[in-house]
């Protein structure tokens, strides 16, 4: 069966400090993977989202990164927080295809920028 | 304007009581999600629809496709399903596959 695996699961990082979350797929090959971030009080919005190793589309400009060195791993990263990083970061893969409309997510990581 | 709108935002019931939370989008779409968020932040997936209705237990859902316009029902509440409800839905034709989300819906069930 497919597993997603995100960690940490919380962080406290002071501001101007790296990041990196990591995210991991088990149980299929060749996902499309996302990564999104819930600010407090608003909905999950769409960070990145890749179709394939070392194939990463931003949606919204920040000051974070993405990267996908393997076929079931994405990690996203920073070189320095802001406080506006703060917030709930979500992985979810599905199965590649236009007719794939099933989204499975991670447990999450809920990051506080001090 | 959201593309993904939600009502209400806030929802207090008591236990015992029918509950309906309402998801208004304005793209077309390939399918649509309820999902459920508890205070941890771990996101469960209850339904994904495209059309019609589907029931899981005490949980009903419904899409109108023409109207644009889907509903959550919970039958016979209880306080274990205090938790935020979150509308999304997969644009119909987006190469990227994402999902689009709605605010969510806070729900509180009171014994």
């Known amino acids: 069966s497919q597993t997603i695996h995100q960690w940490p699961a919380t962080l406290v990082q002071p501001v101007g400090s790296p990041l990196s979350l990591e995210c991991t797929v088990e149980?299929?090959?060749?996902?499309?993977l996302y990564w999104y971030r819930q600010a407090a009080g608003r909905g999950l919005q769409l960070l990145f989202y890749s179709v394939g190793i070392g194939q990463i589309s931003s949606e919204v400009p920040q000051n974070l990164s993405a990267s996908r060195p393997q076929d079931r791993q994405f990690i996203l990263s920073s070189k320095k927080l802001l406080l506006s990083d703060s917030g709930f970061y979500l992985c979810?893969?599905?199965?590649?295809?236009?007719?794939?409309?099933?989204?499975?997510f991670g447990p999450g990581t809920r990051l506080t920028v001090t | 304007k959201n593309e993904v709108e939600q009502s209400p935002q806030n929802l207090t019931a008591q236990e015992g009581e029918f509950i309906t939370i309402n998801c208004s989008y304005s793209v077309g779409i390939s399918a649509l999600h309820w999902l459920q968020q508890h205070p941890g932040g771990g996101i469960v997936s209850l339904f994904m629809?495209?059309?019609g209705k589907k029931k899981h237990g005490r949980l009903i859902a419904t899409i109108n496709i023409q109207e644009k316009h889907s509903s959550l029902h919970i039958t016979a509440s209880h306080p274990r399903d205090s938790a935020v409800y979150i509308c999304?839905?997969?644009?119909?034709?987006?190469?990227?596959?994402?999902?689009?989300f709605g605010k969510g819906t806070k729900l509180s069930v009171k014994p």
């Open positions: 149980g299929t090959s060749n996902p499309n």
């Open positions: 999304a839905v997969m644009n119909y034709g987006g190469s990227q596959g994402n999902l689009i």
């Open positions: 629809l495209s059309s």
């Open positions: 979810a893969w599905r199965t590649s295809g236009i007719f794939s409309y099933e989204q499975y």
